[in-house]
């Protein structure tokens, strides 16, 4: 089946970039939207709701019934494509808008409870200078793969696209795809793109790859967008990291996003030095107490963005919320 959706989003994507930039918040994968509601608390803070809601198969690997650990977040991306939130439409008025949707994956490789390369011995299965596919560790990497395009195919079916970052941070070394360097790595990645495309037909999903090192840059043709992942004391463009980002990509017309951060960019000083990230993804919170000031919630409370910060960036005209949205499932959808 051709998919149209797709295209739309990613001509939204690039019609939009330099121009404006995309909100986006990530969910808490490690609870339910019920205990604890990201986009529930944005809206508290600044009246407005995000354009994207990020998602992650973190718990994939530990519940296969009903549908394999993780459903709850594949059934949020449906109702978040819906333009709802904890069954509730967020736009009464705008029925025809559709968030959008990414996932990344903290990949718990081979049921593994850690993905942190010092609490885990899973390693990118290498022999003789390529993937060995042969060994105990690439047949449960593909049991995991086969996992996730279950998921990703539901959504397929909807014609639901999403933004999918996997493989992230890789060259920080910190995950376990990032210990063994750069071959293996891109290997993986090119493997996985090959495998999801071509042998699961998941014809829905936009790759961002987010590695931040030119050496571990795959085949071009495999990204859509190029994305850094950035904790920053400054609240400016970051014009440095959206330099690197831009150049780390051998095809400059790709995407360049803002793919996970702490602090949210001040639109203006995007403008000014011409550095307009396509869109931004802000953590979430690790505290259940709405408003509560702490290192590790990242939305809540004024440790990270304060609340008159928010208040700008969610209500900058250089800044797409919801509202502003259109509608994606009538987007253009023949690529210029």
């Not at 990201?38 to 992650?56: L, S, V, W």
Request: proline share 5%; aromatic share 14%.
């Amino acid at each position: 089946m051709e998919l149209q959706n797709k295209k739309r989003l990613l001509n939204f994507l690039k019609d939009e970039y330099g121009k404006r930039i995309i909100s986006g918040q990530m969910d808490t994968s490690w609870t339910t939207n019920e205990k604890m509601d990201m986009i529930k608390r944005i809206h508290t803070d600044t009246g407005k709701y995000p354009a994207i809601k990020g998602f992650d198969f973190l718990q994939l690997p530990f519940n296969y019934a009903p549908f394999f650990g993780g459903a709850e977040q594949t059934q949020e991306a449906v109702e978040w494509w819906e333009g709802k939130n904890n069954g509730v439409s967020l736009l009464p008025e705008n029925p025809e808008i559709h968030g959008i949707i990414t996932f990344c994956w903290h990949w718990r490789a081979g049921r593994k409870k850690h993905f942190y390369t010092e609490k885990t011995d899973f390693r990118i299965p290498w022999k003789n200078n390529k993937l060995d596919i042969e060994s105990e560790n690439f047949k449960l990497m593909i049991d995991d793969m086969e996992r996730v395009a279950h998921h990703l195919d539901f959504l397929r079916e909807k014609d639901i696209p999403v933004l999918w970052r996997p493989l992230h941070e890789a060259s920080g070394g910190w995950f376990w795809w990032g210990a063994s360097g750069p071959q293996p790595y891109i290997a993986l990645w090119e493997f996985m793109h090959d495998y999801f495309t071509n042998e699961k037909k998941l014809n829905n999903l936009i790759w961002v790859w987010s590695a931040e090192d030119a050496n571990w840059f795959p085949n071009p043709s495999t990204v859509d967008i190029t994305g850094v992942d950035l904790y920053t004391e400054n609240y400016d463009s970051l014009k440095q990291e959206y330099e690197k980002a831009f150049s780390m990509a051998p095809a400059k017309d790709k995407i360049t996003a803002l793919s996970e951060n702490d602090k949210i960019p001040d639109p203006d000083e995007c403008k000014k030095q011409d550095m307009m990230w396509s869109y931004f993804m802000t953590w979430n919170d690790m505290r259940f107490k709405e408003g509560e000031t702490r290192k590790d919630n990242y939305w809540t409370g004024e440790y990270h963005n304060p609340r008159a910060h928010k208040e700008k960036v969610y209500n900058h005209p250089l800044v797409i919320t919801l509202d502003k949205l259109p509608d994606l499932t009538n987007y253009r959808a023949k690529i210029i």
